[in-house]
């Protein structure tokens, strides 16, 4: 059985045009495996992600045939038992650790009270699954990290910190979105090493957001690429160079390459596929 | 024009945050028409160059030339005709509450130019705007349109020099490939001289002449675009940065 099984996906939102579907009929399967999302912006990438959280706010209105988690269907699920989900059965790091971490509170409390909320421990148990999911993310001081604030550390630490309170719960499923578009080059690599050492050794499903085909390509097993709300193409991460639809062509040979000899970049030409 | 003279000229160039020094003895030439990157992570000063030579980071030491003159502490209406910036985020760059038309006119008026009507209409023909989108506000644009619009408002007082601090970084690849050929058109087409700063090595092997690697505020390495091409890079954490943005190519060299 798959962790994850969506049919016919679809997030609408009100537009004084009437109302217009960013997600437009998205179906997938994930297993332990590693899946890639890749679009542009406004493709709907995040929007699949955050609904199968139940994360889309009104006025956006979220409709499936199916959305189903290890066998249970996910919609119409009381607020209650959505949120002994998430989190704890399937969690999500976002972009920028910046702006996801709570300024106020140190590092050490945050990933505790992630843990707290899914699972009752005494005090001593606690902080020391916090310091071996410190450990886990190689941060290798973490009685002192856990005492810092998040202004006091660096943005790779930072989403670092992130992960180890993602997983803390031991979900099953992670959906990371743009995990390191935030980040430099340098610690991109170690971030993502990082989420795919931790999703292998756990028999984790992984769904990876992000504009960036061909960093999906290096670290999912299948990418699902996105345009206008709707699948454009499915492919094994390594027939990526393989692919057959002009947009995931166009994407591909816009990216300047670094023994770059064309003198000018092929652009899209969106009056092909996208409806806007 | 030649390559001969240095257009960019900074010696011996400390910067400072109160009492933060975060550039330390930066010396390099940028020649006129070359296009030249500082390279490097967050927080190893490169940004800082751009907004001390537009006068925005005013404490520091050394010297700073543009075009043989040097530069004061402070913004300079004269220098500004000279040299213009292009920030990162086309999102925080442009006045919320400013249609197209206001934003791109205002530099035209500070500096008393005529024809205003005439050269708007101009400035959004040359990077690829329709003439449709002049009495638009920034939120009624996407990130590439609104990218345009700053370039065409740097453009505006016909510098010779632009500093880009991060161009495309915040644009989508199919977009920043349109920004990238709608830069070096403009390069070619006006002889300009661009000073630009990115972390991203591909965008910098297809736009510029040269680069110079930073870390902490110093510059490691100065190299040829070619050498960044072939990966002939002399300093060992410039050699890193090459192997970090190029995992691909780079692991099929290795058993």
Request: aromatic share 4%; glycine share 8%; with cysteine.
């Amino acid at each position: 059985m798959s962790l994850l099984d969506i049919q016919n996906l679809t997030v609408t939102f009100p537009t004084p045009r009437g109302p217009v579907n960013v997600v437009d009929g998205v179906s997938l399967t994930l297993g332990q495996e590693r899946l890639g999302i890749v679009g542009e912006s406004g493709s709907g990438k995040s929007m699949t992600g955050r609904a199968i959280l139940g994360l889309v706010r009104p006025p956006g209105v979220v409709k499936a045939d199916r959305m189903a988690f290890e066998g249970q269907e996910l919609q119409g699920l009381s607020d209650r038992a959505m949120r002994k989900i998430r989190g704890a059965r399937i969690s999500m790091v976002m972009q920028d650790p910046k702006f996801s971490l709570n300024p106020v509170m140190t590092v050490g409390r945050q990933i505790e009270e992630a843990l707290r909320t899914h699972e009752s421990l005494p005090r001593r148990a606690l902080k020391a699954r916090v310091a071996e999911m410190l450990e886990a993310v190689r941060i290798h001081d973490p009685e002192r990290v856990m005492d810092l604030y998040p202004h006091e550390v660096s943005g790779g630490m930072g989403q670092r910190i992130m992960i180890a309170m993602m997983l803390i719960p031991r979900p099953r499923i992670l959906i990371a979105d743009e995990p390191t578009s935030a980040l430099d080059v340098s610690v991109q690599g170690q971030v993502l090493d990082l989420i795919d050492e931790l999703v292998r050794e756990n028999g984790m499903g992984l769904m990876l957001v992000s504009h960036d085909l061909h960093l999906v390509g290096r670290y999912c097993d299948r990418v699902m690429v996105m345009n206008a709300g709707r699948v454009v193409e499915v492919l094994d991460a390594k027939n990526l160079h393989a692919a057959q639809h002009p947009y995931t062509k166009g994407l591909l040979a816009a990216v300047p390459r670094m023994n770059e000899t064309r003198a000018e970049l092929p652009t899209l030409d969106r009056s092909q596929w996208a409806s806007t | 024009m030649g390559f001969d003279m240095s257009a960019i000229h900074l010696k011996d160039l400390n910067i400072f945050y109160g009492d933060t020094q975060v550039v330390h003895d930066v010396t390099l030439d940028v020649a006129a028409g070359e296009s030249f990157a500082l390279v490097g992570e967050s927080g190893s000063g490169k940004s800082t160059i751009l907004k001390a030579i537009m006068g925005l980071a005013p404490d520091w030491t050394g010297a700073i030339e543009v075009d043989g003159k040097p530069r004061s502490h402070g913004p300079d209406r004269a220098f500004s005709r000279q040299c213009q910036m292009v920030f990162q985020d086309p999102y925080g760059s442009l006045h919320p509450r400013k249609t197209i038309d206001a934003t791109l006119a205002e530099p035209l008026l500070i500096h008393g130019l005529k024809n205003r009507d005439a050269r708007v209409v101009e400035l959004l023909g040359e990077v690829g705007l329709d003439a449709r989108f002049r009495f638009r506000f920034p939120h009624q644009l996407s990130g590439g349109q609104r990218q345009r619009v700053a370039i065409a408002r740097a453009l505006a007082l016909e510098p010779r020099f632009l500093l880009l601090d991060e161009p495309t970084s915040a644009l989508d690849v199919s977009i920043q490939a349109e920004i990238l050929n709608l830069l070096k058109r403009l390069r070619k087409e006006r002889g300009l001289t661009y000073l630009m700063v990115t972390h991203n090595l591909p965008v910098v092997a297809f736009m510029c002449d040269r680069l110079a690697v930073m870390r902490h505020g110093r510059i490691e390495e100065i190299a040829s675009a070619e050498a960044l091409k072939t990966g002939a890079l002399a300093t060992p954490y410039a050699r890193e940065l090459y192997r970090l943005s190029n995992p691909e190519e780079t692991a099929e060299e290795q058993p």
